[in-house]
């Protein structure tokens, strides 16, 4: 059976302010085949009969949501770097103490089980940021991509989309000083050889595909970024790269290269509509006119950012600038979307004490369709027909949403009132509860084996 007839108490429909009422949605396998909305009456095609076979979604169904941004392996760290003092730096170097454990197989059963609770969180897809790839002291694997194909292997059994943002990261500054410690592990010696390593890499499975990252101006040398680029350019791939999260990052850019990073970037032909810049937390006003201009993504991540004490990104003013805002959730200090989003407006009243900066379907768009775009699927995040068949059910009678407005669960919902996912027409999530995956008793496991208790 191929073929599902769905029925929304609420749809959030591809184009639309706010969802709809009652919409009849058909899938065929993994593909959107018909959207109606019922007539208030239950309109001409709305006889019991005819909507007996109906799968009923109680609730607001909404399409797939992306996370533009994650390193899988973070996930270790929740709940473990929380107590003292410190900042990104210090917090790294807890990050490094868990990468330095990390194998194929203990990376495997890590990413499975964290991509396996983003799907319960409503995530459909996910943008893998991959740096660690080679074995203890930088030595590679058997085959050089075991690492990217352990994390597409766990994507699988998941059943999350994945692209994999295999990063080019090849010094430890901005001026070249070179790797050391557990940072040997995510070097390819020169961008030459990390297109090389790539170019071999080439995943089965429908569910995967590969991009291109540069970890950021602090570990790729101003010339090899081309190299990078052009290999993302030559193969129609997305390109991601970190970027002024930190104001330590500008100072050493400007004190090297006489530039910002974001204005290094666009030297060097990296920026354009297939490069997604991950923070943008410091950026200048020239910096914004050329992401803008150059129609630039950002990737936001509000609770790594305030979990690290990056500082709050100018998410209004990016927008204004004519950037596509997504959201990722980084560092897994939590996975939830629906947090991603309501933090880009809230944080915004923080800032300037006013409220509604964003629409609800701004935020929307951000969590769904413009992650997707940046990770390469622009089939999907919309309920559209055409579009890949992801179901998002969030229910309206929890505690937190009781009473809600359909339009407002990005400001009252969390992941654990997401009822149903169906991903490619598939339904992986049913009563909030994974199809295959035992997730908290494999996060628990996996974790055991990659921390120090
Ligand atoms: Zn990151």
Known sequence: MTSTRWLAEYAWL?????????????????????VTPLAPDGGPDAGVDVLADAVRLPGVTLPGLANAHS????????????????????????MYAVAARLDPDSYLALARAVYAEMTLAGITCVGEFHYLHHGPGGRPYADPNAMGAALVEAAAQAGIRLTLLDACYLTASVDGQPLAGPQQRFGDGDALRWAQRLDAFNPDGGHARVGAAIHSVRAVPAGQLATVAEWARNRAAPLHVHLSEQPAENDACRAVHGRTPTRLLADH??????TTAVHATHPTSGDLGLLGGSRTGVCLCPTTERDLADGIGPARRLADAGIP????????????????????ELDERLRTRRRGHFTPVELLTAASSAGHTAL????????????????????????????????????AAGTVDVTQVVVDGQVLVRDGRHARVDVSQELATAVAEVTTR
């Open 14 to 34: 591809a184009g639309d302010d706010e969802p709809t009422p009652d919409v009849l949605i058909e899938t065929v396998r993994d593909r959107i085949t018909g």
């Open 71 to 94: 390193h899988a392996f973070h996930r270790a760290l929740r709940g473990r770097t929380h107590v003292g003092r410190g900042d990104f730096w210090s917090w790294r170097d807890q």
């Open 269 to 274: 032909g990296v920026l354009g509509r297939a």
């Open 325 to 344: 805002l997504s959201l990722g959730s980084d560092s897994h200090a939590v996975i939830d979307l629906f947090e991603e989003a309501r933090a880009v």
């Open 376 to 411: 390469g699927w622009t089939d999907a995040g919309r309920i559209a027909v055409g579009d890949r068949a992801d179901l998002v059910t969030v229910r309206l009678d929890s505690v937190r949403t009781a009473g809600v407005a359909p339009a407002g669960v990005w400001f």
